[in-house]
């Protein structure tokens, strides 16, 4: 099994012994059960990480790791993000979890027209906070030293933006009718950006489509079968990160 990673926030260059307490070291001695002899990973979750080896358990909360030099990852290409419509209840930190797990590079919260969910005022800043936990300690289990960033609440002009700056961008949409064609054959880059818009449950509107295709993006869909909003954007990142070499 692979070494468990804990998020630290600075690594030495040089390694040496660390100590790691606070809620990480409590996590790792209380919940891990960790000992003298295991591995572990300690990144600081932007590409910088260190193994070590575990050479001390300190009552409950510190853990004495005896750090090798630290290595910085260089974030892979294509950058995949995803802008996902807020979906009803705890089904947002779902997709949020497993889009981290697949290899997502950002995740982008988006107040579709259709979203039953609204994020205002004191409760938006908490589900957004959320997210980003939830973004964090699945960036932990999916061993991840990477994680993914989760950017403030976006409007639909300013994911336009964001399509219309990216080397590739598509909207996915079920209907034929609108002229959607399957992702599976769509031309991906393997170098650049790729953003993938995920609409609400109710769907992308006439006037989004319109708007988000006049910024370059195309309609694409996944298959016959028609996906909830909070697992449509794992199917489809699972599929681009394997077309464009990444999970070579």
């Known amino acids: 099994m692979t070494a468990p990673v804990f998020v630290v926030g600075e690594l030495p260059d040089a390694g040496g012994v660390f100590v790691l307490d606070g809620a990480e070291g409590r996590h790792a001695v209380s919940v891990k059960r960790l000992r003298a002899g295991e591995g572990v990973v300690l990144t600081d979750g932007a590409g910088r990480w260190a193994p070590g080896a575990v050479t001390a358990a300190e009552g409950k909360d510190r853990l004495v790791v005896a750090l090798e030099r630290a290595v910085d990852e260089p974030a892979e290409e294509p950058r995949l993000t995803v802008v996902q419509a807020l979906p009803k209840g705890d089904r947002g930190e779902v997709a949020v979890e497993t889009m981290t797990e697949t290899g997502v590079d950002a995740i982008v919260p988006w107040a579709a027209a259709r979203c039953v969910t609204q994020w205002k005022a004191e409760r938006g800043l908490k ?3 959320k997210w980003r936990a939830t973004a964090r300690e699945a960036g932990k289990q999916s061993r991840r030293v990477r994680f993914p960033e989760v950017a403030d609440l976006a409007s639909t002009k300013q994911v336009a933006r964001l399509l219309a700056d990216a080397d590739f961008a598509a909207v996915l949409h079920e209907d034929r009718d609108y002229g959607s064609t399957p992702l599976a054959s769509a031309p991906l880059p393997t170098s650049g950006s790729v953003v993938l818009v995920v609409g609400p449950e109710g769907g992308v ?33 699972a599929l681009i990160l394997g077309r464009t070499g990444r999970w070579s």
Request: net charge neutral; hydrophobic share 50%; no cysteine.
């Open 205 to 237: 509107s006439p006037d989004e489509l319109a708007l988000f295709e006049a910024a370059g993006a195309t309609a694409h869909r996944l298959g016959r079968s028609v996906l909830r909003t909070s697992t449509a954007g794992t199917a489809a990142a």
């Open 127 to 129: 589900a957004l906070a």
